[in-house]
């Protein structure tokens, strides 16, 4: 019995930083209000000339040098992201291409925050079935380029990153791997954080743009209240589906959406703060690429150590959320 191990993972973020010092220059905001509210300190912000695939291309590259395969060997691409280059082709096919991947396929899942989530939960049933042995998954996101730099609610949260691993087949004896993935989605809660215009049901035009409505639209309030509610609930799913406690958890990789949110959640599922790899202060929200990019950084820091067990759980735009129960 064949079961998905994470052989590798890799993260590339922008070297701009706009802290939030340089946001009160922008809107009527402080460090401190950014702060009390959210726990972001600073956020990146990808240089003009670069885009979400060469972002992308970066932490998949590292991702395979740290799982010690050549890119030719991957089986299929999976990038997560809502925001592309361009409407088509998938950012995945030009990853495919900027990494010397061949021709494996290449496709991309939009599912905002938890996005990275539904990619490895998919990445994991392709190798499950023995259709692929090593599948490349990618978080990214270049939010910087749809967001309102006027509005204060949703231009201080957000961020520019990518993250990455390498799934592979691997004996279930060996007690490695993801042992499940939870995906849930309320379209009921589509009005609540959403991008209006610039697909079919409003196409671009110039009164579009001169409305805004090709930026990030987020009501606040009740995106917070459904994301400590479904995260925690969709985090309890994944202990019980697996005959596991609270005390179990050696580490929580969650969505770094804010770490209000992240307290809370800690408090329900009864997993101390202390157990969560917070990296909201360094990059803000990154949609996709948050627990890519956060799992990464806790792999090479050293925190998070071979066999221990890993909770991932995310909520975005959709809403959609899921989580996961992995055996790093």
């Excluded at 990619?119 to 990618?138: E, H, P, T, W, Y």
């Excluded at 978080?139 to 380029?145: A, D, K, Q, T, Y």
């Excluded at 609270?246 to 307290?263: S, T, Y």
Aim: contains cysteine; charged residues 20%.
């Amino acid at each position: 019995m064949m079961r998905t191990r994470i052989a590798g993972t890799g993260r590339a973020v922008p070297d701009k930083v706009l802290t939030n010092d340089d946001l009160s220059k922008l809107v009527e905001t402080s460090d401190e209000w950014i702060r009390e509210r959210t726990g972001i300190r600073e956020r990146r912000i990808l240089e003009e000339g670069r885009s979400t695939s060469d972002l992308a291309a970066e932490a998949g590259r590292r991702a395979c040098a740290t799982a010690e395969i050549d890119p030719k060997e991957l089986d299929c691409i999976i990038v997560a992201t809502i925001s592309p280059d361009m409407p088509m082709p998938a950012v995945a096919v030009t990853v495919q291409q900027k990494i010397g991947a061949g021709t494996c396929a290449a496709f991309d899942v939009s599912a905002a925050c938890a996005g990275f989530i539904y990619g490895m939960s998919i990445a994991d049933a392709f190798i499950k079935n023995g259709q692929f042995q090593r599948v490349l998954v990618i978080g990214v996101e270049i939010l910087s380029r749809v967001l309102d730099w006027t509005d204060r609610n949703t231009c201080v949260l957000f961020g520019d990153g990518a993250g990455a691993a390498v799934l592979m087949a691997s004996p279930a004896s060996e007690g490695r791997g993801i042992l499940s993935t939870h995906l849930f989605a309320d379209g009921s809660g589509m009005p609540l954080l959403n991008i209006p215009a610039g697909g079919s049901m409003e196409p671009a035009s110039a009164k579009s743009v001169e409305a805004g409505r090709h930026f990030v639209k987020m009501q606040g309030k009740p995106v917070f209240t459904n994301a400590v509610k479904n995260i925690s609930r969709a985090a309890q799913i994944a202990l019980e589906s697996n005959g596991k406690s609270p005390a179990d958890v050696d580490w929580v990789v969650a969505h770094q959406a804010n770490l209000r949110i992240l307290e809370a959640v800690a408090e329900r599922v009864a997993v101390p703060i202390e157990k969560f790899y917070l990296n909201i202060h360094k990059y803000g929200n990154t949609s996709s690429a948050s627990i890519p990019i956060a799992l990464d950084e806790a792999a090479h820091e050293g925190k998070i150590k071979p066999g221990e067990l890993i909770l991932m759980a995310a909520l975005g735009a959709g809403l959609s959320w899921g989580s996961a129960l992995v055996r790093f």
